[in-house]
C-alpha cells in the first residue's frame, strides 16, 4: 500500500490530524558517532575501540575557537563532520540533544567561585550555556538559520527527534539532530551515575524533499518501504516520528558500562540499528527513559 | 505561488502560512509578585522589582527577587526539591483549575509540556558544591540528575499536571523559553498534539551575578535600557506558563515565531542586529502581516550599550521610528531563559488592556537609539505586538502575538 506521507497534509491551512506513526516521517541521510574508544562510524561499526582511548578535535570549529571548546562540544563537532557529507551546514536547521550540557564548564567554574577571591572566567561563563555547541557551530558555518538546544532525561533523544521532525514538517528540508552527553564533574555525580562522553549525529532530510517520492506504511510492509523516482543520495534508512511503546526493549550494544548509562545512549542504540539495516521499532532509551521509539525501514536498491 | 504560502526570509523556503495558537491561560512569577494582577499593578504604577543585593557580592548591583513562599513540594516528588522547582510547582498552583480543564477537553497524551531554563537547579548545585568544598561531602539530600539536570523538571510538571504528551527542556540561553513557543506550534500544527503547557523559570545564584559582572555586564544599580547612562543589565529570577491550544476560548494569540543565529559572536550580538532583524522579519512573513499591522514591541532591552544598540537598529530596519517600544527588564530584572515568556505574557497583557506599559528607566534615551522608546504609559491601537528574545550562541526569537 503506498500512502501520502504526514509532510504533505497540511498545506490548506488547516491543522491536521494526528500522523500515523506507521508512516516513514524523515529519511536519515547521514550518520557520525564519537565516543573515546569509537572516534567514528567504522570503529563502532566493528566494535574494535581505539587504543589509547581517542581525544575530540572539533575539527569543524575554527582554530581560533577551538582551543576553549568543551570536549562535549568537540566530540558533537567531530561526530557532524563525519555525518554532514550530504548537509549543506551554511543551510541546514540542528537540534542539539543533551541531558547535562556543559557542565564539564560548570564544574570549572564553580571551581573559580569558589576559589579566594572569587574570579570566573568570562569566556568560560559565556561558554558554559546548553546552546554553546549549537551557537559554535552557526558561527563555523555561517548560518543563520534555526538551530536550538534541548534535554529530557533519559528521554533526551527522543525529544531531539521529536523537535527535528517538528521542523522538518514545518518545511524545512534537512536537519541535523546532534545528541551527545558528558555526566561529570566528578564532585557533583555520584560514581553510578557517571557518563563517558559520547555525541552521536543524524542528517535528517524531509521526504518531500526526495524527487517524487512515495512511501509504503512500515504497519503493511515492514521490509519493503520505496523510494519510487528518487534520484539523488540514497537515504541510509527512513524513521517515523517516535511513539511509547514499553513492549520494546533497549538492544544489547557490547559497551563498555559507563557510554551504556549515558542518557543519549539511545542515539547509539539507533545508530546500531541503521548500520545493521535493522527494521522495526528502535527504543530511543537506555532503558531509563519513557520507552519512545522510532521504527526503522530501508529503501529497495531500484 | 500558492497565497497560503511565505517565502522564509533566512532560507528562501516556501512555508505553508499556519493558522495560529490560542493563549488560553497563563500566570507569571517575579519580583513583581505572582500572577496577571500582580503585575498589572506594579506595570500601572511604574514600580520596579529591583533592589540592591546585600550580602556577601565583592560588587554591587541590583536583582529582582522572588520574595513569596516557595512550598516545598510533595512528598512523592521531595527528590527533585530545588528552588526552581518549587517555582515552576507554585505557578502550576497559580494556574488553578485551568489545568485539568486541559486535561478534560484534550487527553493527557494530546498536552506536550515544553519549558525553557539557562541555568536549571544551578542554586542547588553552587549550595551543594559549596558543602562539599567546605566538608568534603554533597548534602544527603543533593541529587544532581533530579535536581540539577536541565529535564528535572519534566516529571515534576508531569506529576502536577497529568499532562503526558512529548516533553523537553530548551535552553538556549536567554531565548530560552520563548523557543518553546515554536515547538509547541510547530507540533500542534503537525498533529502530534493539541495543546501545551509552555514556558520556564530561571533563579538566582552567585554563579550567575559573578558571571555577568566577569563580563562586564552588570550593572552596579537598577538597570535602565535603552538611555544614555545605561550601563549594563540587573538579574532578576523568576518563571512564567502559559497553555496554547489550537482552539478554545482565548486571551490572545500567537501568530507567529520568528527563529534565527546571528552567526556571529558566542556572547556579543551582532553589531547591527542582522539576526534579530532576520527573526522579526521571520515571524511577520510567517503570519503574512506588514510591520505597520504591528502596534507595539516589548523589546529584549537588556540595558547593556552593545544590546540595546544593535536591537533597535534591528527594530528601525524592519519598523522604522515610529511603533512604540519598551523594554520590562527594569521591572523585573532580566530572568535569562525565563525572560521570554514572561514578557510575552506581559505583551499579551498590553493587548488585553489596551495600552503599553512605561520603559522603566528609559530617559533620556542614548541619541544613537532613534526608535519609539514610550516613556508614559501609550494607548495600543492595533491588535498585533512582538516580543524578542535575544541570547548568547546569537540564538533570536521573535513572538508574534495577536489580540483575541
Not at chain 1, 500512502?3 to 500522523?19: A, I, L, R, W, Y
Not at chain 1, 548560518?143 to 521529536?162: E, M
Not at chain 1, 519493503?224 to 511503546?245: E, I, K, Y
Amino acid at each position: 500500500m503506498t500512502v501520502s506521507t504526514c509532510n504533505t497534509n497540511n498545506d490548506n491551512g488547516k491543522f491536521p490530524s494526528p500522523c500515523p506513526p506507521s508512516v516513514p516521517a524523515a529519511a536519515i541521510m547521514g550518520l557520525g558517532v564519537w565516543t573515546p574508544d569509537f572516534p567514528g562510524l567504522s570503529a563502532w561499526m566493528s566494535r574494535t575501540p581505539t587504543t589509547p582511548p581517542a581525544h575530540p578535535r572539533g575539527a569543524l570549529v575554527p582554530p581560533m575557537l577551538r582551543r576553549r571548546i568543551s570536549p562535549l562540544t568537540a566530540a558533537m563537532m567531530d561526530a557532524l563532520a563525519e555525518a554532514s557529507a550530504e548537509a549543506d551546514l551554511a543551510g541546514c536547521a540542528a537540534v542539539f540533544a543533551s541531558a547535562h550540557g556543559e557542565t564539564s564548564v560548570l564544574g570549572a567554574l564553580l571551581e573559580q567561585l569558589t576559589a579566594a577571591p572569587p574570579a570566573l572566567s568570562p569566556i568560560a561563563f559565556a561558554s558554559s550555556v546548553h546552546n554553546t555547541a549549537s551557537g559554535l557551530l552557526s558561527i563555523a558555518t555561517h548560518n543563520r538559520g534555526l538551530s536550538t538546544s534541548l534535554a529530557a532525561g533519559h528521554d533526551t533523544v527522543a525529544a531531539g527527534f521529536i523537535e527535528a521532525l517538528g521542523i522538518l514538517h514545518d518545511g524545512a528540508t534537512d536537519v541535523l539532530v546532534v545528541a551527545g552527553d558528558l555526566a561529570e564533574p566528578d564532585r557533583l555525580v555520584c560514581p553510578d551515575e557517571r557518563a563517558s562522553l559520547m555525541a552521536v549525529v543524524f542528517h535528517l532530510r524531509a521526504l518531500h524533499a526526495l524527487t517524487d517520492t512515495e512511501v509504503d506504511d512500515v504497519s503493511t510492509q515492514p521490509d519493503s518501504p520505496r523510494l519510487m523516482g528518487h534520484d539523488g543520495p540514497q537515504p541510509l534508512a527512513l524513521l517515523t516520528w517516535p511513539v511509547r511503546d514499553l513492549t520494546i526493549s533497549p538492544p544489547t550494544l557490547g559497551i563498555k558500562e559507563d557510554l551504556a548509562r549515558s542518557p543519549c545512549v539511545g542515539a547509539l542504540n539507533l545508530a546500531d540499528a541503521v548500520t545493521r539495516r535493522s527494521c522495526g521499532p528502535v527504543r530511543l532509551d537506555g532503558g531509563a527513559g519513557d520507552a519512545w521509539c522510532t521504527t526503522l525501514s530501508f529503501p529497495r536498491p531500484r | 505561488m500558492n497565497p497560503l504560502t511565505m517565502t522564509h526570509p533566512v532560507s528562501n523556503l516556501q512555508i505553508p502560512t499556519r493558522p495560529a495558537l490560542w493563549v488560553t491561560h497563563y500566570t507569571m512569577c517575579s519580583a513583581l509578585g505572582t500572577g496577571r494582577p500582580a503585575h498589572l499593578a506594579a506595570l500601572a504604577a511604574e514600580r520596579t522589582g529591583l533592589i540592591p543585593v546585600q550580602g556577601s557580592l565583592p560588587f554591587q548591583t541590583a536583582c529582582g527577587i522572588v520574595s513569596c513562599e516557595l512550598p516545598a513540594l510533595p512528598p512523592a516528588l521531595a527528590h527533585h526539591d530545588a528552588r526552581i522547582t518549587r517555582l515552576i510547582a507554585h505557578l502550576v498552583a497559580d494556574l488553578g483549575d485551568a489545568i485539568p480543564q486541559t486535561l478534560s477537553r484534550w487527553g493527557p497524551a494530546r498536552v506536550g509540556i515544553f519549558v525553557g531554563t539557562s541555568t536549571a537547579g544551578i542554586a542547588s548545585t553552587e549550595a551543594a558544591w559549596r558543602a562539599h568544598v567546605a566538608t568534603g561531602a554533597l548534602p544527603p539530600e543533593y541529587d544532581f540528575a533530579a535536581q540539577h539536570s536541565y529535564g528535572a523538571i519534566i516529571p515534576v510538571i508531569r506529576a502536577l499536571t497529568g499532562f503526558a504528551g512529548p516533553a523537553f527542556v530548551t535552553s538556549t540561553a536567554c531565548s530560552s523559553s520563548a523557543k518553546v513557543l515554536a515547538s509547541a506550534t510547530r507540533l500542534i500544527h503537525a498533529g502530534v498534539i493539541d495543546a501545551a503547557l509552555v514556558g520556564g523559570a530561571d533563579t538566582l545564584c552567585d554563579l550567575t551575578l559573578h558571571g555577568f559582572h566577569a563580563l562586564g555586564a552588570l550593572s552596579a544599580t537598577p538597570c535602565r535600557p535603552f538611555a544614555a547612562t545605561r550601563d549594563g543589565i540587573s538579574i532578576g529570577e523568576g518563571g512564567g506558563l502559559m497553555l496554547v491550544a489550537r482552539d478554545g476560548e482565548g486571551r490572545a494569540r500567537v501568530l507567529a515565531v520568528g527563529e534565527t543565529n546571528d552567526a556571529h559572536h558566542i556572547s556579543a550580538p551582532h553589531p547591527e542586529g542582522a539576526g534579530a532583524r532576520a527573526a522579526m522579519q521571520a515571524a511577520l512573513a510567517i503570519a503574512g502581516v506588514k510591520p505597520s499591522d504591528v502596534g507595539h514591541i516589548n523589546a529584549h532591552g537588556t540595558g547593556t550599550i552593545l544590546n540595546d544598540r544593535a536591537e533597535s537598529q534591528a527594530i528601525e530596519a524592519v519598523f522604522g521610528r515610529d511603533v512604540p517600544v519598551l523594554s520590562t527588564k527594569a521591572y523585573t530584572g532580566h530572568m535569562l531563559g525565563a525572560a521570554g515568556v514572561i514578557e510575552t505574557a506581559l505583551t499579551v497583557m498590553a493587548l488585553e488592556e489596551g495600552w503599553i506599559p512605561a520603559s522603566l528607566g528609559a530617559g533620556p534615551v542614548d541619541e544613537a537609539i532613534t526608535i519609539g522608546i514610550v516613556h508614559t504609559r501609550t494607548r495600543l491601537d492595533r491588535g498585533l505586538a512582538m516580543t524578542n528574545s535575544l541570547a548568547f550562541g546569537g540564538s533570536n526569537v521573535s513572538v508574534l502575538l495577536g489580540a483575541a
